[in-house]
């Protein structure tokens, strides 16, 4: 729908102006009408920003979600609630879908509804507010949220964090090797050319290296983005994605890393769904979109065909072969106890803690041997100048 900027008059006669999306200018102004809204100027407005700053996040949805409930926990209304935050939400691009879902609520549609005509709200979310909506518990269950979406941020944030030193480590040491590449090693080689002294092997090879790289820079670099752009658009193929999700199944670090990510993932998904009351086949299904890898994710549609037929979650989970024993024994255990939500939100805080634990080791581990192979570059580059400045000294006086 096409975007617009308009200016009215509400009921006190304040001055409104807005962005919001409508279909035509004349369903706008029939719309702000239903809003007690007097219209002045209608235009069609940018087209809603999409750049990197003005990117919803999950952090955007976080904070929304927070001040919707504090909203709702003090006495407003939800409409009302989403009138105001519309008004003050930070990112314009945010307000503008806000204030649609405010304006499909006034139209009498429910607020899960209003919430799945947008992108930027998860399947996930969606279906806690419509089950909070069907239970008559909408604030508990927004509580709910907040605590998931907070508990997943946070996580995504320390791996973030972790994996933060090797890269910026790997950026300095190329950043490093490249400057004694392209301006160091190619000053000292026109030293050498007059001098007229016969080089030792490794600095002539590094000379020819260095050379090259600075007369074709450009290729290595555009060879370097089109690699990189090429395997970007394989991957987003059914072909690639299902050739990237085997290959972090096979790959003996890169498999128990990932395993324990999509067992956290999912236990929480189905964890929190299941405590805000979402039936356990929709559960099952929202969070198994949730899983970052198709081929885990297809095994794993054994659970709805085996709930269906009575056998439970555990019975099926086992079947699929494609959790740990400890995973299976402890929802067994749950179900038996009839208490599987909170097992599964217990499984997620162990898996998830296992996760940390695990990217810690690495990184301490990738460390040293990153900062070694710097060493050893720069080291190799550096002798080999030394070999040739100190072949100087052979030159007759």
Known sequence: ?????????????KKVKETISSNDEDTLKSTL???GLVPLSIRISAARESSFFQRISSEDI????QELGNLLDSGLPIDRALYVLSEHSEKKALRAIIKEVYIDIQKGNTLSNAMGKHKVFPRLYINMIRAGEAGGILEVVIKRLVGFLETTLTFKKEIVSALIYPILLTVVGGLAVTVLMLYVIPNFSKIFSDMGQTL???TMLLIKVSSLFADYWWAFLGGLVSFAVLIRVYVRTAEGKSYVDNLKLKVPVLKKLSMKFIIARFSRTFGTLLQSGVPILEAIRVSRD???NDVIAQKLSVL????????G???PLRESGVFPAIFNQMVTVGEEAGRLEDTFLLIADRFEADTRNLIKRFVSLFEPVLILL???????IVISMLMGIFSINEIPI
Request: no cysteine; aromatic share 6%; charged share 20%.
């Open 33 to 35: 009408r239903g809003m």
């Open 304 to 311: 709805e065909e085996g709930v269906s037929k009575g056998k």
């Open 374 to 380: 710097m060493g050893l570059v720069v080291g190799l």
């Open 290 to 292: 949730v899983i970052d």
């Open 1 to 13: 729908m096409p975007l617009y900027t308009y200016e009215a008059i509400d009921s006190s006669g």
């Open 62 to 65: 976080l904070i929304f979600t």
């Open 313 to 315: 979650i555990s019975v």
């Open 200 to 202: 030792p092997l490794p």
